[in-house]
């Protein structure tokens, strides 16, 4: 069986870069930009900032437990 900690990071990285690849389409394609936009603009535009960030860490996160894995395979190529 798998890391438990490895599924739960993947299914987290999943879910944040969905989210942000929404969220991102959504600042980008349906809202106003410039001084017309509205709360809700804001907000969409906060969350996409936020959950990019965790995105990366999760990210960071999972280059470093996997580290020697990493290490291991660039090493034979």
């Given amino acids: 069986m798998k890391n438990p900690i490895r599924i739960i990071l993947a299914t987290?990285?999943?879910?944040?870069?969905s989210i942000s690849v929404l969220t991102g389409l959504l600042v980008w394609l349906?809202?106003?930009?410039?001084?017309?936009?509205?709360?809700?603009?804001?907000?969409?535009?906060?969350?996409?900032k936020w959950v990019s960030?965790?995105?990366?860490?999760l990210v960071l996160t999972h280059v470093l437990i996997r580290w020697e894995w990493l290490k291991r395979n660039l090493k034979n190529m």
């Fill in 30 to 48: 349906v809202f106003p930009h410039g001084p017309g936009n509205n709360g809700l603009t804001w907000l969409i535009s906060d969350i996409h």
């Fill in 53 to 57: 960030l965790i995105f990366v860490i």
């Fill in 12 to 17: 987290g990285m999943l879910a944040l870069f």
